[in-house]
């Protein structure tokens, strides 16, 4: 079946980086995109970034600039490269299909992030 195994996460200090890696498996990764999303306490889970197949990246305005999302198709791994941390930025970060009546299905355990300021 589809899983992720997000990783990567910790206690960094505002202006601080972190980068989560996950691990995708039970489907084809390589052609079909793949996001990363977090929910911060008492707040909706929300999208961060989602790419392509091809690699094309698109980002939430609250982390244009900051984060970057990658992937690596031979090794079935996403990634979030997160620069310039803020304490806003606190929150369990998970991967997924973007597709919404799909991902549902799919949530993992998700990497807790914790930016101190």
């Known amino acids: 079946q589809v899983q992720f195994a997000e990783s990567g996460g910790g206690l960094v200090q505002a202006g601080g980086s972190l980068r989560l890696s996950c691990a995708a498996s039970g489907y084809a990764f390589s052609i079909n995109p793949i996001g990363w999303y977090r929910q911060a306490p008492g707040k909706q889970r929300e999208s961060v970034a989602v790419i392509s197949t091809d690699g094309v990246p698109n980002h939430a305005d609250s982390v244009q600039g900051r984060f970057t999302i990658f992937r690596d198709n031979s090794k079935n791994t996403a990634y979030l490269q997160m620069n310039s941390l803020k304490p806003e930025d606190t929150a369990v970060y998970y991967c997924?299909?973007?597709?919404?009546?799909?991902?549902?299905?799919?949530w993992g355990q998700g990497t807790q992030v914790t930016v101190s300021s």
């Open positions: 997924n299909v973007p597709s919404p009546s799909l991902r549902s299905r799919y």
